[in-house]
């Protein structure tokens, strides 16, 4: 009998004599910050709940979520700023904007140098009537600088938002990409994202003396088709972007451009 009531009687004399070290109910205990219980209950917090007084979560949108609808035209790259720069061309102390696009270094302006085989010169009344037959425009190229390959008109592309499907198609695309090339002039409604300041010039056609058009910019590159064509760029003032074939002895415009220095 003296045995069982010690036992029966231990524990409430026990904590007479120890206060401090009373049991809580479960329910009361506060976990300290950083527990694993709370860590745990944190992945499941629902974008409306409070993780503290001064941090929410944000609720997913549908469009980070929704991978039945994906666009797989790529979003065109935002330049930082448009950062111009300047070049003098020595031949002639011809001073030209330039502007980074990308890893690439473009003439911000057409080139105007005077050759034998230049088509027509620049005056007050034309000044973008820099315009040469490709074997021209080869040449006419300024020292460091060079005219720019099918290829690098491509890394331009897709640098604006491009997709690889339509960069290696021939003919007009790029929906309404080339008006981030354009300046907004007349009924071109471009907004010159890029720095690029493409205005519509006038184009010597084969077999013509006299005849322009002003509603695109036409531009060589360096990429040969074959003995008698070339590869040219088309701005057109609809927005798209036209990959084509170009007969040497034709007349265009030309871009130069370097590659920067990583």
């Known amino acids: 009998i003296l045995i069982i009531l010690v036992v029966v009687l231990y524990k409430p004399v026990y904590r007479w004599f120890n206060p401090g070290n009373q049991e809580v109910p479960e329910k009361l205990v506060e976990q300290p910050p ?13 974008p409306e709940q409070t993780v ?30 448009i950062v111009y720069g300047f070049f003098t061309d020595l031949r002639d102390g011809q001073t030209y904007k330039t502007v980074r696009i990308g890893n690439q270094l473009w003439m911000a302006e057409n080139l105007r140098f005077e050759t034998d085989s230049l088509y027509q010169k620049p005056d007050d009344d034309f000044p973008l009537r820099g315009i040469y037959d490709w074997e021209a425009a080869m040449k006419a190229v300024p020292a460091g600088w060079r005219l720019p ?9 897709r640098f604006i938002g491009m997709n690889e499907k339509e960069l290696i198609q021939k003919g007009c695309r790029g929906n309404s990409l080339g008006l981030l090339l354009f300046v907004k002039v007349n009924h071109i409604n471009g907004n010159n ?11 010597k056609k084969e077999n013509s003396q006299t005849e322009t058009e002003w ?47 990583l």
């Open 34 to 46: 950083g527990t694993t219980e709370e860590k745990q209950n944190l992945n499941h917090i629902t």
């Open 52 to 81: 503290s007084s001064e941090e929410k979560t944000q609720p997913i949108s549908a469009a980070e979520t929704d991978t039945g609808n994906l666009n797989l035209q790529p979003e065109p790259q935002e330049p930082d700023t």
């Open 215 to 261: 509603e695109f910019a036409d531009f060589w590159t360096s990429t040969e088709r074959n003995e008698d064509k070339a590869y040219t760029r088309r701005l057109q003032a609809d927005g798209k972007i036209c990959r084509l074939e170009g007969g040497k002895s034709n007349a265009r415009s030309v871009r130069c451009i370097k590659y920067l220095s």
């Open 149 to 157: 390959s099918d290829d690098e008109w491509m890394e331009l592309e």
């Open 193 to 203: 994202r890029y720095g690029f300041s493409a205005l519509p010039n006038p184009v």
